[in-house]
């Protein structure tokens, strides 16, 4: 996986946190065909944060991590289901 970005953002009429993400699983360094990449995708979210407070960036941070990794949880669950066998 790979963080691409993780802000708070005060330039729009609320703050909100963002963060996004780009995951990739790949078969096994052995294999160097087109089929390596099992799965590719980009994730964002985008949560108010209207608590300024360190804790409260913290929190609105702590639930755009958990929304994110539960859409990546099931995607790579999904994904992973549904492949042939090696």
Request: zero cysteines; aromatic letters at 6%.
């Given at each position: 996986g790979f963080l691409r970005e993780v802000v708070k953002d005060d330039s729009g009429p609320k703050p909100l946190v963002r963060l996004a993400m780009e995951?990739?699983?790949?078969?096994g360094r052995e294999r160097k065909d087109?089929?390596?990449v099992v799965f590719q995708k980009s994730y964002a979210a985008q949560i108010a944060c209207p608590d300024q407070s360190a804790a409260g960036v913290a929190k609105a941070m702590s639930e755009a991590f958990a929304d994110v990794s539960?859409?990546?949880?099931?995607d790579?669950?999904?994904s992973v289901s549904t492949l042939p066998a090696a």
């Open positions: 995951v990739t699983l790949l078969r087109q089929n390596r539960a859409k990546i949880r099931q790579v669950y999904d």
